[in-house]
């Protein structure tokens, strides 16, 4: 949720973290702050708001000779923004000073415990409570490692954090539970952040850590450790082979654009080494020593939810699995969940570090179910706990609203629903596809990168014109039936999170059931209404709310019979691979009305990118 940096090496540091806090300012973005020791003083600065705020603070302050600092950006879960609830928080004695991403479920507790032996808090924060906690089992412990140590165990809930001392200017301390934290390795430097392109610029060479680990590490040297006893633990460290330019915005106005218009080489990239020389059947080499699924369970969040929805419609129909999806923080909380034998759990996380899906994976494995995770970030929490990992490769996304991360989730599922067909086929099951359907269906994924490439640009003029146009709704519908149902959810969630217009996403054959009681002519509905089998009931959907004076955009394909306010024609494909052509229309459409009404796009006010807490 937050974001995290830590440098120990021979630069500037305060410099070196508050650019890794802009990489990392997709993660959280309602204050900032840095620490660092000068002339034996640990000295915080913080901002709230933007990273420009901490900045502005730091231009006063003589920063350079410190070569070691960390830096934290927030995203509020204890206490307002502000700035006394800004990371880093000192000890009351001034000696440590403790950035921290999560929750410390039990911080009142302790806090009652501290405030009885004298300590006072200045913050809302349980990182406060957390640093002063530290500072009072410094008093019992022989080293700071050890009063690090001994006071994370006595924390409950998830964190990643990162400390600083006065007396041990040169070093960082950090620890992980739950929470993503991972170490660079550097040739005279060292870092530790919560992703990645915090530091990529210095260091390819990285470890992820694990739950319940430490590391502590200076300019040339690192240790890691366990929490629970300290003693040494070991890693491979691995190559990042992606670069920053993948991360960088590469002329787009911003990068939510620049991942939307990314989707047709994501589509290439997730194809690539996945489909069999006769181009019949997906090459998953993830499932191939794992069970058909009698049953799916699919578990996830937000888009990736949606996406989920949308995959069942082929799995159900290519591979004739039945498949329940189920939003992450309502399944973690099912008591009567029975997970039956051969049942699979798929979670599915573009972050894979989701606290919901994550912790709805645990209840899986615990319950003996094969758990699945697909995941884009390599090496994410979901990733490593899940019986078998299956990445999306989209590559990094920025944009807070996610987009790529959703078509490459799509492929990815049209990818299982073929490679488990090819498996049922091949053990003579009937009620799937045959080696023809197959390769038809592949021929359609494989041609969907150069279609998409040709009908951007025009759709992404449709989407500015008709944002124009509707700009001053402050409501929207979007309605869609079957497969087009989960991309009326998709696109009433893109809408709200960026433009902040109230829009709800239905299935069109609710409409009736009380929602159309909204309809009149200021509440407009985004209606998909593609050439499938569901076409004519989509269409009398849309005749009931012309009827109550409600505006209609269609997105449609071309020559169907419609008569409505906007029919946004986009190219046709078989249901439900339309979808690859839809998603991209009602992206571009949210992106530009939130661009017109001038809003924040990467950044959308209250979000975080990844939602480390619960
Ligand atoms: C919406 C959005 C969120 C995420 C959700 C799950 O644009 O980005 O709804 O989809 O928070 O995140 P992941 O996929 O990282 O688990």
Redesign the pocket.
């Known amino acids: 949720m937050c974001g995290i940096i830590g440098y120990a090496g021979h630069r500037p540091a305060v410099p070196v973290v508050v650019e890794g806090l802009r990489r990392l300012e997709y993660r959280g973005y309602d204050s900032a702050g840095t620490a660092f020791v000068r002339q034996g003083d640990l000295r915080v600065v913080r901002a709230k708001g933007k990273l420009a705020a901490l900045e502005e603070k730091l231009a006063g302050e003589p920063v350079v000779t410190a070569t070691c600092a960390m830096g934290h950006t927030r995203w509020a879960t204890h206490g307002v923004p502000a700035e006394r609830n800004a990371h880093p928080h000192l000890s009351n004695d001034g000696t440590l000073a403790l950035v921290h991403n999560g929750i410390i479920e039990n911080y009142q507790e302790i806090k009652e415990d501290l405030t009885a032996r004298g300590y006072v808090f200045h913050s809302e924060t349980d990182t406060e409570v957390l640093v002063n906690l530290i500072a009072e089992r410094r008093k019992s412990e022989k080293d700071l490692r050890g009063a690090f140590a001994a006071a994370l165990r006595e924390a409950k809930g998830a964190y990643a954090v990162c400390l600083m001392c006065n007396d041990e200017p040169e070093t960082v301390y950090a620890a992980r539970m739950s929470a993503p934290l991972i170490f660079g390795l550097g040739t005279g430097e060292n870092f530790v952040a919560s992703d990645i392109p915090a530091f990529l610029p210095y260091t390819r060479q990285v470890v992820f850590l694990e739950d319940g680990e430490i590391v502590c590490a200076t300019a040339t040297n690192y240790e890691t450790l366990r929490l629970e006893d300290l003693r040494p633990t070991t890693h491979v460290p691995q190559t990042i082979l992606w670069d920053m330019q993948a991360a960088q915005k590469g002329g787009y106005r911003h990068f939510m654009l620049k991942e939307i218009f990314e989707q047709p080489r994501v589509i290439t990239d997730g194809l690539t080494g996945r489909v069999n020389g006769d181009g019949d059947g997906a090459l998953l080499p993830e499932l191939d020593s794992l069970p058909v699924p009698e049953r799916l369970h699919i578990v996830?969040?937000?888009?990736?939810w949606h996406s989920g929805l949308w995959g069942r419609h082929l799995l159900e129909h290519w591979a004739h699995i039945p498949v329940q999806v189920e939003i992450a923080s309502e399944f973690r909380y099912r008591e009567s969940l029975l997970l039956r034998k051969d049942d699979m759990v798929l979670v599915?996380?573009?972050?894979?570090?989701?606290a919901d899906?994550l912790a709805a994976l645990r209840i899986a494995r615990e319950q003996g179910a094969t758990v699945l995770g697909l995941c884009n970030v390599v090496g994410s929490s979901i990733a490593r706990e899940a019986s078998s990992a299956l990445y999306t490769q989209a590559g990094p996304e920025i944009s807070?609203?996610?987009t790529k991360?959703m078509c490459s989730q799509m492929l990815m599922l049209a990818l299982m629903a073929l490679y488990w067909s090819g498996r049922k086929d091949a053990g003579d099951a009937s009620d799937t596809q045959t080696k023809d359907q197959r390769r038809y269906l592949i021929g359609l994924l494989e041609s969907l990168p150069a279609l998409l490439e040709a009908h951007l640009p025009g759709m992404h003029e449709n989407a500015r014109r008709l944002a124009r146009k509707y700009a001053d709704a402050r409501n929207f519908f979007y309605l869609g039936r079957g497969h087009c149902f989960p991309l009326a959810l998709e696109g009433a969630?893109?809408l709200k999170?960026l433009s902040y217009i109230h829009a709800e996403g239905y299935a069109a054959g609710e409409m009736k059931h009380g929602p159309i009681a909204l309809i009149d002519s200021a509440f407009p509905t985004f209606a998909l209404a593609l050439d499938d089998a569901l076409f004519p009931k989509a269409k009398s959907n849309i005749v009931e709310v012309q009827a109550r004076q409600g505006k209609v955009i269609a997105l449609a394909n071309e020559g169907l019979d419609l008569a409505v306010d906007d029919h946004w024609v986009i190219p046709r494909l078989p249901a439900p691979l339309s979808a690859f052509a839809a998603l991209p229309a009602l992206q571009l459409f949210s992106y530009e009305m939130a661009d017109y009404l001038g809003k924040d796009v990467d950044q959308p006010r209250n979000l975080a990118?990844?939602?480390t807490v619960e």
């Open positions: 996830a969040c937000g888009t990736s599915i996380s573009q972050s894979g570090e989701t899906t807070v609203a996610s991360a969630l893109k999170e990118k990844s939602v």
